[in-house]
T-cell receptor
Framework: AQSVTQLGSHVSVSEGALVLLRCNYS??????LFWYVQYPNQGLQLLLK??????LVKGINGFEAEFKKSETSFHLTKPSAHMSDAAEYFC???????????FGAGTTVTVRA | ETGVTQSPTHLIKTRGQQVTLRCSSQ?????VSWYQQALGQGPQFIFQ?????ENGRGNFPPRFSGLQFPNYSSELNVNALELDDSALYLC???WGWGAAMNTEAFFGQGTRLTVV
């Protein structure tokens, strides 16, 4: 069984500042890891994913995340926040053999002008 | 290629009623998963269908049931609706299942169900 913990339900950053969203997971098997973004009244859009290989993963819109097995973490970063980054972000994990996603509770990002 | 479409986008039902939500998977995808997202929470896995067979189920009661059709579209049925069933229901389609699969699920925009 897998579970995901997202530290901080709300994050507020200034435009141009670093965005850092924290995600820790527990999994009994090597996981697949994902970050999704959700804009108001919309579904989920995949930002990036880790399956195998390079542990630093680059995604869309300038986001990247690093898989750290020893820390069971998959934190999401973006060097410079843009107003359009204001949204809800979800970290998710799946057993690489079943692709049934377990999501964290989400982190709401607000961007200050 | 078409995306994942869900219908209806919104609906209101009375406690005790039954509801059917529909999902058309992305072209070429044979796996559909359903999720319930309560207000302010992350999505919770309900069940998955692969080639018309249920392929795993989350911690939801039997009054949540589903179907997948030969064209891989899917339905989620909820009987005896309760107030706590009010949520955004998300459908995700993907190709394949297991270690060989191309690991990305595409989500629809969801159906907002309100139970009064």
């Amino acid at each position: 069984a897998q579970s995901v913990t997202q530290l901080g339900s709300h994050v507020s950053v200034s435009e141009g500042a670093l965005v850092l969203l924290r995600c820790n997971y527990s999994s009994s098997v090597p996981p697949y890891l994902f970050w999704y973004v959700q804009y108001p009244n919309q579904g989920l859009q995949l930002l990036l994913k880790y399956t195998t290989g390079a542990t630093l993963v680059k995604g869309i819109n300038g986001f990247e995340a690093e898989f750290k097995k020893s820390e069971t973490s998959f934190h999401l970063t973006k060097p410079s926040a843009h107003m359009s980054d204001a949204a809800e972000y979800f970290c998710a994990v799946s057993d690489r053999h079943d692709y049934k996603l377990s999501f964290g509770a989400g982190t709401t990002v607000t961007v200050r002008a | 290629e078409t995306g994942v479409t869900q219908s209806p986008t919104h609906l209101i039902k009375t406690r005790g009623q039954q509801v059917t939500l529909r999902c058309s998977s992305q072209s070429g995808h044979n796996t559909v998963s359903w999720y319930q997202q309560a207000l302010g929470q992350g999505p919770q896995f309900i069940f998955q269908y692969y080639r018309e067979e249920e392929n795993g189920r989350g911690n939801f009661p039997p009054r949540f049931s589903g179907l997948q059709f030969p064209n891989y579209s899917s339905e989620l049925n909820v009987n005896a609706l309760e107030l706590d069933d009010s949520a955004l229901y998300l459908c995700a389609s993907s190709w394949g299942w297991g270690a060989a699969m191309n690991t990305e699920a595409f989500f629809g925009q969801g159906t907002r169900l309100t139970v009064v």
